[in-house]
């Protein structure tokens, strides 16, 4: 499969590497007004670096625009001319909906929209997907792709908001609960590395331990839980200071902004 990413920032530089490290195309074109966080693929083979937007567009089947949602409205426009209705284009900007994406390149063309988070660059991204009626036959295609690059979901649409707060925002609030567990390592008298290695393959651990039983959370805390014992002292202890309804509220604060944003 021929694919552009068109903005190569973050999130789009993200993909870029995942896809690379899986060899998931025939031809990469990565543009972007500034490429500085790509210009080390240059020497990839079969990968184009640039900052024209429409030669991306031209010389691909799917179209990945990683743009902030300020942006996206004008650079749609500018390459709307170019986008034939065998183009897949895909977005993964966060609030911009499939019916504003349609008004600007027309209802006949493949739309789906993509929320992956940053753990696409070493494979592990959590992916939601939602297509426009146009593409409903090329959501298997996508599948195949973001597969590579983690795990796919397939969800309506008007989830898609929702699925942006838990999946690609829920990195930045993993590694929040990650940093607090360390520095609370670090009060108890651990190195600051060994710290971060305890609380990081801890919960790497919790999480495998939850993907691979199938078991419900609270099962997997009764198993630690000894009667009396330290643990249920210092859940007990979380929860008297809010830590499940702080997360609970975190969440849906961050809900209520990218509705926000979705308006804008
Ligand atoms: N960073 C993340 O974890 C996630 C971001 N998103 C969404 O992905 C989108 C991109 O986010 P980030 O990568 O964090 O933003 P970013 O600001 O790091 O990247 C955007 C890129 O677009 C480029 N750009 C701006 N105007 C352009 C133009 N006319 N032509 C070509 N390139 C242009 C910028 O130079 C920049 O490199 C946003 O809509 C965000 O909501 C979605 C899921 C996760
Ligand atoms: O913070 C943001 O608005 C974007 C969307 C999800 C992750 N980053």
Redesign the pocket.
């Known amino acids: 499969m021929k694919i552009a990413i ?9 993909i870029a590497k995942g896809l690379i490290k899986n060899k998931t195309f025939t031809s990469l074109y990565l ?4 490429t500085t ?1 790509v210009n080390s693929f240059n020497s990839v083979e079969n990968v184009t670096i640039t ?1 024209d ?1 429409v030669l991306a567009v031209e010389q691909s089947e799917m179209v990945i625009f ?4 300020k ?2 409205n ?2 749609l426009e ?1 390459v709307a001319s170019k986008i034939t209705t065998n183009h897949v284009v895909i977005s ?5 909906d499939i019916a504003r994406i349609e008004g600007i390149i027309g209802k006949d063309k493949n739309i789906i929209r993509v ?4 753990a696409i660059s070493i494979g592990k991204s959590m992916t939601c997907i939602a297509a426009n009626e146009k593409a409903q036959d090329k959501v298997e295609m996508a599948q195949t792709i973001f597969n590579q690059l983690g795990t796919t979901m397939v969800i309506p649409e008007d989830l898609v908001q929702a699925a ?1 707060v838990i999946c ?2 829920g ?1 930045a609030f993993w590694m929040r609960l990650v940093r607090a567990t360390t520095q609370g390592a670090i009060q108890l008298g651990f190195e600051a590395e060994q710290a971060h290695e305890l609380a990081t393959q801890t919960c790497f651990g919790a999480a495998s331990l939850l993907l691979e039983s199938g078991r419900h959370p609270e099962q997997e805390i009764d198993r630690v839980t000894t009667p009396s014992g330290c643990t249920i002292e210092g859940l007990n202890a979380m929860e008297h200071q809010g830590l499940s309804s702080a997360l609970i509220q975190g969440i849906v604060a961050s809900f209520e902004k990218i509705n926000q944003i979705k308006k804008n």
């Open positions: 068109i903005g190569t920032g973050n999130l789009g530089s993200s543009s972007d007004k500034n966080a900052s937007n990683a743009l902030q949602p942006h996206i004008a650079v500018s993964v900007a966060a609030g911009v929320m992956p988070n940053t942006t690609a925002s990195i």
